[in-house]
């Protein structure tokens, strides 16, 4: 199982983008998909998650509100659109799998398959 994450870049604050995860060989909709951010220094923090039907998708307190998550199944892809960036946002930004509910998200242990990240960087 292998994820790949893109869409990552500088921006302005109050600026936007949207990451994407992409699986190689097989495919995001029989599972739950997570988002998490890791910056310097810092545990890796949850962000968001979609569970294997799509519906159900939940949000950390701190992007609530400003961030999207979606699943395009023909596409085979999960994207997160990124709205009103702040510098705290700024981050590595990894996707993750082997899952398909969002009982236990938050626990980076739950997941077993991550992708290697996409840096954010949120600065003027």
């Known amino acids: 199982v292998q994820l790949d994450e893109s869409g990552g870049g500088l921006v302005q604050p109050g600026g936007s983008l949207r990451l994407t995860c992409a699986p190689s060989g097989f495919t995001l909709d029989d599972y739950a998909i997570g988002w998490f951010r890791q910056a310097p220094g810092k545990e890796r923090e949850g962000i968001s998650c979609i569970n294997e039907k799509s519906d159900y998708i939940t949000y950390a307190d701190s992007v609530k509100g400003r961030f999207t998550l979606s699943r395009d199944s023909a596409k085979n892809r999960v994207y997160l659109q990124m709205n009103n960036l702040k510098p705290e946002d700024t981050a590595s930004y990894h996707c993750?799998?082997?899952?398909?509910?969002?009982?236990?998200?938050?626990?980076?242990?739950?997941?077993?398959?991550w992708g290697q990240g996409t840096q954010v960087t949120v600065s003027s």
């Open positions: 993750a799998t082997d899952v398909t509910d969002c009982t236990h998200w938050l626990a980076v242990s739950a997941w077993g398959s």
